[in-house]
Nanobody, 115 residues
Framework: QVQLVESGGGLVQAGGSLRLSCAAS????????MGWYRQAPGEQRELVAT???????NYGDSVKGRFTISRENAKNTVYLQMSSLRPEDTAVYYC?????????WGQGTQVTVSS
């Protein structure tokens, strides 16, 4: 079992920045696939960014060049630095990891970008 706790969401004006954090309840050193997804009202959950244990990253097309994912294994934490935020980035952001053949999700953190 792994618990994930997100933090760092909030209200920001367009063009602003936020950093999300996701703390895992166990060591993430051997967990390869971790990332962030988001879901806006009435929309399907979509990929934001993923990162492997080796540091390889993958981003959704809509956030490339604006968001940066990173991980700090010593703190069992994954981060999402979001810059140049747009109103269409408004969503609940979920932390995700895959471990022992199971998906784990955090409870989500709301990000609201005002125009």
């Amino acid at each position: 079992q792994v618990q994930l706790v997100e933090s760092g969401g909030g209200l920001v004006q367009a063009g602003g920045s936020l950093r999300l954090s996701c703390a895992a309840s166990r060591s993430i050193f051997r967990i390869n696939a971790m990332g962030w997804y988001r879901q806006a009202p009435g929309e399907q959950r979509e990929l934001v960014a993923t990162i492997t244990n080796g540091g390889s990253t993958n981003y959704g097309d809509s956030v490339k060049g604006r968001f940066t994912i990173s991980r700090e294994n010593a703190k069992n934490t994954v981060y999402l630095q979001m810059s140049s935020l747009r109103p269409e980035d408004t969503a609940v952001y979920y932390c995700y990891l895959f471990f022992m053949a199971r998906d784990y999700w955090g409870q989500g953190t709301q990000v609201t970008v005002s125009s």
